[in-house]
T-cell receptor, first 114, second 114 residues
Framework: AQSVAQPEDQVNVAEGNPLTVKCTYS??????LFWYVQYPNRGLQFLLK??????LVKGSYGFEAEFNKSQTSFHLKKPSALVSDSALYFC????????????FGSGTRLQVQP | DAMVIQNPRYQVTQFGKPVTLSCSQT?????MYWYQQKSSQAPKLLFH???????NEADTPDNFQSRRPNTSFCFLDIRSPGLGDAAMYLC?????????????FGSGTQLSVL
């Protein structure tokens, strides 16, 4: 079984401040972790993924995520938030035991205030 | 340029009246997926096609069917929509199956059931 938890329904941050969107996961075996973003009236867009290697993964639009195996977390971060970053963010996980489907978290709405 | 196109953007149907949602892709990807996303919930995989090979998730109701007549097109058929089937339906593609593959999503079809 695999699951993802995004404990915050919404995160509010002022423009220019750093942001963090939290994600924890549970899988059997090694996790493959993803972040997707959904802008209003748009489909989900891939931001970044962790497969193996460096625990800090860099992705699109200046986002990065840190894989922490001991805490089973994969938090999304950005050093300086933009108003245009306001969107819905989904964390997703696959395991390496043969299951093909991604499991998504319930999403976190990021609101960046000017 | 849209790579995964879903039509229509909004669909209204009546309780029990069959409805078909469509998806097309210009990426020539092997895999096409259908997800159901209810408000404030995670996208839930209904099924996917790997080429012509259909794979149903175990908990997908029989009311949901899919067709993939060629590489570019995939359809979601809801035989007898119920009020609980009102949701956003997301089509996605990936180049191949595999743990490392990222998904490309369409903008979704918002289905209302009256």
């Amino acid at each position: 079984a695999q699951s993802v938890a995004q404990p915050e329904d919404q995160v509010n941050v002022a423009e220019g401040n750093p942001l963090t969107v939290k994600c924890t996961y549970s899988v059997s075996g090694n996790p493959y972790l993803f972040w997707y973003v959904q802008y209003p009236n748009r489909g989900l867009q891939f931001l970044l993924k962790y497969i193996t290697g460096d625990n800090l993964v860099k992705g699109s639009y200046g986002f990065e995520a840190e894989f922490n195996k001991s805490q089973t977390s994969f938090h999304l971060k950005k050093p300086s938030a933009l108003v245009s970053d306001s969107a819905l963010y989904f964390c997703a996980v696959r395991d390496d035991t043969g299951r093909r489907a991604l499991t998504f978290g319930s999403g976190t709405r990021l609101q960046v205030q000017p | 340029d849209a790579m995964v196109i879903q039509n229509p953007r909004y669909q209204v149907t009546q309780f029990g009246k069959p409805v078909t949602l469509s998806c097309s892709q210009t990426l020539n990807h092997n895999v096409m997926y259908w997800y159901q996303q209810k408000s404030s919930q995670a996208p839930k995989l209904l099924f996917h096609y790997y080429d012509k090979d259909f794979n149903n998730e175990a908990d997908t109701p029989d009311n949901f069917q899919s067709r993939r007549p060629n590489t570019s097109f995939c359809f979601l058929d809801i035989r007898s929509p119920g009020l609980g089937d009102a949701a956003m339906y997301l089509c996605a593609t990936s180049r191949d199956l595999g743990d490392r593959e990222k998904l490309f999503f369409g903008s979704g079809t918002q289905l209302s059931v009256l």
